[in-house]
């Protein structure tokens, strides 16, 4: 039997599919089950039927369905979570349903991803279950989950402390009965959705820490011990309330990227300005933005000269000064004049977007480590069932020793075994620093790549535009004849002025520099490889390489000495030579100092260029770069990344996403030095949005400090827990002890990992 789904062309909400077709194709052989879906404008079809019959049916009921197969993706959004394992749970549920292939739920933003055939009345049943609200479609705009309701836990929290407080007091006037109901009134108030949640994981099949707390607070209650059964429900409210806030706070330190994107914008239409929703943008319009505005799109500067600040985006402390042609970004801010922008992007596709999604999305593609705790709690909760009873059991049966405290000392270890800190030991941090990245300008796409740039051992670079500056400039300029370099430089710049070659730009770009004017050469031919060739007034001008000068035997004098970073340009006029002018692709000024950073940090650099040796040696010492592979093809980079990945675990390449896509995809971790580009975004895994390496340090030590707060986290949940469970087995752990260390935990673990949000490069 398979599932196969139908789309309708009349689209979402089409009724009369669901009316007139669903009869007529489960009136087909071997057909079991009909589902439409009027929200998405589909029809579900299960049972062993051909999709040529299904389409054949609904050709002769007008209506031409098209197949789109179980494969494809949809996209819920989910409001209200704020319990990150009765998170898990639904998300586990939904993977359990019937022809789901995979289910993904994403905490921070409220966006479950179901790849397989699911009804939304099914997910609606789950969802239900734990008080979602569940809608198709992505969450609009990238607008986080409404406030969840941890006011409420608070509240209840503090309510149920103040009906413990009174029901002690009653107690202690020995007014037994209104004091054991107002215990148990306490109990209800801190532990009703902790009830609710344990009826449903049994419904389920599971054990979760709300089966711990209610199983423990419930025999407490059958014990008599009502006064610690209220302690341990006020205690429990409190600690939910806690991983609540925690979760809120992940979701706020997103929000403050959300919240530069501005909600109106300033469009102009022959020659008027309206305002108008930035979300109303599209490619072509043409947008106004005054000085101290937020740009609402990705576009390019038609009108206008301001600086704008790109911090947003790039993590660049100053404003950058923009002219007509130059792009700006949504989200950025201009300072001072008063700008004409065509818009590029619409508004769910701008750069801003996208860093965003990422990073939200960061947090559903869990890091080892994460993956890790996440298979050790859904062990540890039967396991430590399993121990609370032999602590019941075993000492009344063997050692003689009292049923009322050894069941006591058993609740007691259910309660502290709850793994409420080590569930969110490892989101907090990892989120936080995920999103304290993306605000100073490094945008890491996944948390599991914080745990590997963690652990990097080598960094491989490319040459041209990552550790250079990307464009050649001419470094020196030497005349052999006795004429001044100015006159070399122009008919070498009449020649140069025909060619497209980045060598002749440079060269142009310097004789315009010096506001030098030239004719231009006549016949100019290129000679592959080797140079150009052509006519001014009449005589004829070569200019060309040392290989072809050495082929036109033309002498060159004894002495000259060119730089090996450097690349010559030799020119000759009627086969005599008159000088030659230096072109190099300098280094960026600030890797020098990069790569003592890196070299402090422990991680060992290579270069991998396609440049002649000399050269590469040259830059390599001048950058304090050690290793240096040169002569390499783009593929030829793929093999050195592997040959390096056989000498140590973990090699990352740095490259501009494009040209070294192969081997950015072939490392341990790819890191693109982009400038927001479209390429780097979608290659690497990590992107280096202000275009230089200035960031790539701070990757290193947030990653390394993020692993470091996630591996302290573990320590004091498990620490804490063992500790407790130490103190069960001698007879010595109280109810209310038991939970206020869960608490405690749970309090230290956020703040530790919120530690992450104050990071700054």
Known sequence: MSMSRFKCPHGAGCLQCGEILSIRIAELPGVVRVTPDSLFGEINVEGVVSSDAVLEVSKSAGIELIEVGIGENRVYSVAGISCLDCAAGFEKAVNQLPNVEEATLNTLIGELSVRGVVSLGELQNLGGLEGYTITPGKVKGLTLVAESSHRGELWRAVGAAVLWGLAFALDWQDLKILSIGTYGVAILVGGWSNFFKAFKAIRQGTFNMAVLMSVAVTGAALMGEWQEGAAVASLFALAEYLEEWSVERG??????????????????????EFEVPAESLVPGDRIRIRPGEQIPSDGVIVAGISAVM?????????????????????????????????????????????????????????????????????????LVLIIAALIAVVPPVFFGSSWNESLYQALALLVVACPCALVISTPVAIISAVTTGARNGVLVKAGAFLEVAASLNILAFDKTGTITKGEPEVIQVVSLDGSSEDELLSKLASLEKMSEHPLSKAILKEAAKRKLSFDEAQNVTAVPGRGLEGLLNGRKLQAGNDDWFEELNIDKPVGIEVPPEATPIWLAEEGKLLGLVEVADPLKPEIPGIMKELEELYIETVLLTG????????????????????????????????????????????????????????????????SGTDTAIETADVVMMDGSLQKL?????????????????????????????????????????????????????????LRMLRKNS
């Open 251 to 272: 979701r706020k330190a997103l929000s403050t990227l959300v919240s530069l994107t501005p909600v109106t914008a300033h469009r102009l239409l022959e020659g008027e």
């Open 310 to 382: 790109q911090a947003a985006i790039t993590g660049e402390p100053l404003p950058v000064d923009k002219v007509a042609g130059d792009r700006v970004f949504a989200g950025t801010i201009n300072t001072h004049g008063a700008l004409e922008v065509e818009v590029e992007r619409a508004a769910g596709d701008t750069t801003l977007s996208r860093i965003i999604r990422l990073v939200a999305q960061a947090q559903s593609e869990r890091a080892p480590v994460e993956q890790l705790v996440e298979r050790f709690a859904a062990k540890y909760t039967p």
């Open 611 to 674: 440049d002649r040796q000399e050269t590469a040696d040259a830059l390599a010492a001048e950058a304090g770069i050690w290793r240096v592979r040169a002569h390499l093809l783009p593929d030829e980079k793929l093999t050195m990344i592997e040959e390096l990945q056989k000498e140590v675990p973990s090699v990352g390449m740095v490259g501009d996403g494009i040209n070294d896509s192969p081997a950015l995809a072939a490392s341990s971790l790819g890191i693109a030095v982009g």
């Open 697 to 753: 340090p701070f990757l290193i030590r947030l990653s390394r400090e993020t692993l470091k707060v996630i591996k302290q986290n573990i320590t004091i949940a498990i620490g804490l827990k063992m500790l407790a469970i130490g103190a069960a087995f001698f007879g010595v752990l109280t109810l209310w002890l038991a939970i206020l260390s869960d608490v405690g935990a749970t309090f230290l673990v956020t703040l530790n990992s």
